[in-house]
């Protein structure tokens, strides 16, 4: 088939690489452009960019894929399908009908689970024990068109969002070929969501790093895994802000204090909460590089019964 790829971040990587290693043509590539980034402004090349310039794939970056002048141009490539995966423009409905068939979306979840922008990570936040990627036709709805193919996979206690994240991007790519595979045999039949079982993943806020620990230990774990490596997790000890990493789930005591370190040992930090205990083992303090535990609390003095600032709930 004659393809047109869209997408920006790395997540899209595998996908592009498997169409552009397999029999399809990838007529083009199109990424949103670059952004300026850090202290000096500097334009940033996105993941997509890189692989279509090394790669020598014909790059598109317009400002807006639904100016009428860039659909035109398209529309004379005469693609057969569009693939988008993270691509992070709306498309209008003029845009869609630009290909013979139509365009296919790679979404990070099962759907019609966790529509919108952050699915891999609210999967973790809500403390799911499976995920998914799924490929569907692209209407003018936020993920709400008709699905072709799924593939789901576990989420493991040791997931964060990062490694779930390279998990599923593993998956996209080998989904999106096994998708476009199916439609040339003709043996694919698009299913309509069931629109009454439709989540919605917003997209994250800063201020959800903030641990609040009057909730339970699994649930502030869930908010470590879920939320690294942005925008992260976050404490406060002497007013000072200390990034938690890493944690596990320990059984906790009748006296537990929320927020109060319960025991130190070079395992790490335990701390009470609403519901057992949450083990720090990962960390990073304020202006410092992450560290373990151990390493921390080689340097700096913490007795059991330090209370971490408390914040509203």
């Known amino acids: 088939m004659n393809i047109i ?21 990838v007529l083009a590539v199109i990424t949103q452009p670059d952004k300026p980034k850090g202290r000096g402004q500097k334009l940033i090349v996105s993941p997509i960019k ?3 310039l090394d790669s020598n794939l014909p790059l598109l970056q317009p400002a807006t894929v639904n100016d009428p002048e860039f659909i035109e141009s398209l529309k004379k490539n005469r693609p057969d399908i569009i ?52 490929t569907m036709i692209m209407d003018k709805g936020m993920d709400t068109g008709d699905i072709l193919l799924m593939q789901e996979t576990p989420i493991h206690e040791t997931d ?18 096994e ?11 698009p299913v309509p969501q069931d629109h009454g079982q439709a989540t919605y993943a917003a997209k994250l806020k800063k201020e959800e790093g903030l641990i609040k620990w009057g909730q339970s230990a699994t649930t502030l774990s ?7 490596p942005w925008p992260g997790t976050f404490t406060l000890l002497n007013k ?9 789930v320990a059984e906790g005591v009748p006296d537990d204090t929320p927020g109060k370190i319960a025991r130190v040992t070079d395992m790490g930090i335990e701390v009470g909460t609403g519901q057992g205990r949450l083990v720090i083992t990962e960390l990073q303090p304020e202006g410092k590089k992450v560290m373990s ?16 600032d408390q914040v509203p709930n």
């Open 179 to 189: 998708t476009l595979k199916r439609l040339e045999e003709n043996t694919l039949l």
């Open 160 to 177: 964060n969002a990062q490694t779930l994240h390279d998990t599923l991007s593993e998956l996209g790519g080998a989904l999106v070929l």
């Open 222 to 228: 869930n908010q470590v895994r879920g939320l690294t």
């Open 5 to 25: 790829f869209m997408g920006t971040p790395e997540f899209a990587l595998p996908t592009l690489k498997a169409l552009h290693h397999s029999s399809h043509s």
């Open 293 to 308: 535990a151990k390493s921390f609390l080689a340097g700096h003095k913490i007795e059991r019964g330090t209370q971490f």
């Open 240 to 248: 000072k802000r200390l990034r938690i990493l890493k944690v596990q």
């Open 83 to 134: 693939i988008v995966v993270a691509f992070g423009q709306i498309m209008s409905e003029t845009f869609l009908k630009i290909p013979k068939q139509f365009c296919i979306n790679l979404h990070s979840s099962l759907l019609p689970k966790y529509r919108g922008a952050a699915p891999i990570h609210r999967a973790i936040l809500n403390g799911d024990t499976k995920s998914g990627v799924t």
């Open 50 to 52: 890189q692989y279509a």
